[in-house]
């Protein structure tokens, strides 16, 4: 069982998930902290210890894991050297799901232990800083029950394979069990320590049907008839290129569109399109937290909106690498930037639209106050993320290695990330007032109105005038770039 065990590839894939589990916790910890340094430095307190408090403690220590339980390979239930020993399937498919789980609750703690240093350092470090409860202990007992749950869940899909082939019911069923499964920790934090058996009992009753009813080996290849309903859904009178010409404009850009966002980034496991399914949510419900909706702040922004080109940024490697797929045909360059670069801005714009205009539709006209600033360190942010793109296309040459370029990607990444902890700490540490430095950026952004014959409105045309520039300039490099050639799995 223990050579099973290391050989899993949930296993195999564990150690960078330990790399990667820090820092998103850090993030998530890094808004709360800020959020109650803002909430008791204002008086109108982010309620420590409270709901949304709990929720922000727990996406803290459950993002990590759902994201591993998602990217994380865990769709393989044996190596290939597995599937050729006289080993018996319901056997494997045990040892895979006990990797799952165990890797699972090495990525749990490792999230876990953020929260816990953070509250240890900061209070030895900064005498009265604005720290937020920690009730991280039930939190993290609560996520490691529902670990066990959704690992019976995620693995009773397509028992008698090998391995889970992507689909999106299954990408749907993952979406839904993982969300439903945040759910389920903020619930079993509130209540009576026994029902945190409730899970485990759940998966065994889950699990074990599906055990008993596994052949002797695994199958490989599935029996479906997919190829005989897609052959039924191209008749040869009806052929698809004559489909794309009726088509038209519209179905050859979202083509186009659809095969950059397929994009698979060096190093994730799991055959997904992120920019499509992971990027554009993320995107969109960034603009919304932006906009102040969610925790009835318009000022909010000051203290995560350093986080946007680090959000934009993060997706940006998985459509390039498909670059080498459309750069030989007769598609301007002018367009495949504008297909990589502007989907994840517009998304981002129109979730923040959304969370603006959301009250004034449904809320029963109470707007919340605008912050003229906002405009400014907007177009300052996106500015920093097409400065970064612009350093990152530099390295496409023919001359300069796959592992460089990686370097160069993950340096900028840390570099933007990096920025928003600063801002972080400072706050926490008192160095840094965000209410003060919402005061002076709106006093500035309405003496440059009011200077301009045209206002606000001129101030916003201006932001727009220099962030068409930025997006040209960095177009300009996207024009000049040697595209790669596809890498093997064995170079990648």
């Known amino acids: 069982m223990l050579g099973l065990l290391r050989r899993d590839p949930a296993v195999r894939a564990m150690p960078k998930w330990l790399v990667v589990a820090p820092l998103t916790a850090t993030a998530l910890e890094g808004a709360r902290s800020l959020l109650v340094a803002i909430g008791l430095r204002s008086g109108s307190a982010w309620p420590a210890g409270g709901y949304g408090d709990l929720l922000l403690l727990s996406l803290t220590v459950w993002l990590p894991v759902a994201l591993f339980l998602a990217l994380g390979g865990v769709r393989q239930r044996c190596s290939h050297f597995d599937t050729v020993l006289p080993t018996p399937a319901s056997r494997l498919w045990i040892a895979h799901l006990i990797a799952m789980i165990l890797s699972a609750w090495a990525v749990l ?61 299954y990408a749907v069923w993952t979406l839904c069990v993982l969300a439903a499964m945040l759910a389920a920790v903020m619930a079993l934090t509130v209540v009576h320590p026994l029902w945190l058996f409730v899970p485990m009992l759940a998966s065994l009753v889950i699990a074990l049907p599906g055990v008993r009813s596994l052949p002797g080996g695994f199958t490989l290849v599935p029996r479906t008839a997919q190829l005989r309903r897609r052959q ?62 969610l925790l009835g702040d318009a000022q909010v922004w000051i203290g995560i909106i350093l986080l946007t080109p680090y959000i934009l940024f993060a997706f940006l ?13 007769p598609i301007p360059r002018r367009k495949l930037f504008a297909h990589i670069v502007l989907p994840p801005l517009v998304v981002l714009t129109a979730g923040y639209a959304a969370g603006r205009l959301g009250p004034i539709v449904w809320g029963g ?90 206002g606000q409105l ?35």
């Open 365 to 454: 006209g109470r707007e919340l106050p605008a912050s003229p600033g906002f405009k400014l360190v907007f177009l300052a942010v996106i500015l920093a993320f097409f400065l970064a793109t612009t350093i990152l296309l530099r390295t496409y040459r023919v001359s300069i290695r796959h592992g460089v370029r990686l370097g160069v990607f993950y340096g900028l990444l840390a570099v933007l990330l990096a920025l928003s902890f600063v801002e972080f700490a400072s706050a926490i540490a008192g160095w840094f007032d965000p209410r003060a430095a919402v005061e002076r950026i709106n006093d500035v952004a309405g003496q440059i109105g009011d200077f301009l014959p045209g």
């Open 109 to 169: 703690l490792s999230a876990a232990a953020v929260p816990v240093l953070r509250e240890r350092w900061v209070v030895r470090l900064v005498a009265g800083a604005p720290v937020p409860e920690v009730t991280s202990l039930w939190v993290v007992l609560a996520a490691g029950a529902g670990v066990v749950l959704a690992c019976a869940l995620l693995q009773a899909w397509r028992t008698p394979l090998y391995r889970i082939p992507y689909s999106r019911g």
């Open 458 to 492: 001129a101030l916003w045309l201006i932001c727009l005038l220099v962030l068409t520039g930025g997006y040209e300039l960095t177009l300009g490099q996207f024009r000049r770039i040697e595209v790669p050639l596809p890498r093997t799995e064995k170079e990648a």
């Open 317 to 329: 490697l998985a459509p390039l690498t498909q670059l080498s797929l459309l750069d030989p045909l």
């Open 232 to 293: 039924a859904a191209s008749p040869d009178d009806a052929p698809l290129a004559s489909r794309e010409h009726r088509a038209g404009r519209w179905f050859r850009d979202w083509t186009v569109f659809l095969i950059l966002s397929r994009g698979i980034a060096p190093g994730q496991l799991w055959r997904v399109p992120v920019t499509l399914w992971l990027g554009m949510p993320v995107c969109f419900g960034w603009g919304v937290l932006l906009s102040g909706v």
